[in-house]
């Protein structure tokens, strides 16, 4: 008589077989991706205004302080996303409800800056709104690297100098 298990774990990995339940592999992947392309669109329509907004914008002195904004909005987001990053790196991923909570809060937070940066657009002077668009664009740009990751075959084994095959 034939002991059929049909692709389930064995009585003993009832534990992987609920993991795989939370994980939702092509979800997670969905969200990721859905996430970048706002993340891009942010950083996009940011950078856009910004020039918009003061013509010489990327010229000149002015190009300096349009890099540290748009540095510190990236790193700032980098750091308030740290956990996530690292759960990347270490290939212990969140499940899925988890990191749909995450994105979701990530979300409103880069709407929410650069909808401000595009409300103070309409006061004096434009540097403030300019400085905030760039910051909220350096975000985006974070937001869309971070999900990237996601859709990189074999960085981990990158990250940790291990030879590919």
């Keep these: 008589m034939s002991n059929r298990n049909w692709g389930l774990p064995p009585k003993g990995g009832q534990l992987a077989f ?3 339940k939370t994980a939702k592999p092509l979800l ?3 969200i990721s991706a859905v996430f970048g392309v706002i993340g891009a669109a942010v950083a996009v329509i940011s950078f856009a205004e910004a020039r918009d ?3 010489d914008l990327f010229h000149g002195l002015s190009l300096a302080g349009a890099i540290v904004a748009a540095g510190f909005g990236c790193w700032t987001y980098i ?3 740290r956990p996530r990053f690292a759960a990347q790196f270490t290939t212990r991923g969140d499940a899925f409800s988890k990191l749909l909570r995450f994105y979701a809060r990530a979300m409103v937070a880069l709407a929410a800056m650069l909808g ?3 409300l103070l657009s309409g006061i004096e002077p434009k540097i403030i709104s ?5 910051a909220s664009g350096g975000a985006g740009a974070a937001a869309a690297f971070q ?3 996601a859709f990189v075959p074999y960085y981990e084994e990158d990250a940790n ?3 590919k095959s």
Excluded: P
């Design 161 to 163: 100098g291990a030879k």
């Design 116 to 118: 401000l940066a595009l």
């Design 130 to 134: 300019v400085l905030l668009l760039c």
């Design 18 to 20: 609920r993991d795989a």
């Design 53 to 55: 907004t003061l013509s």
């Design 79 to 81: 750091w308030i996303a």
């Design 28 to 30: 997670t992947l969905f």
């Design 147 to 149: 999900t990237v990751l």
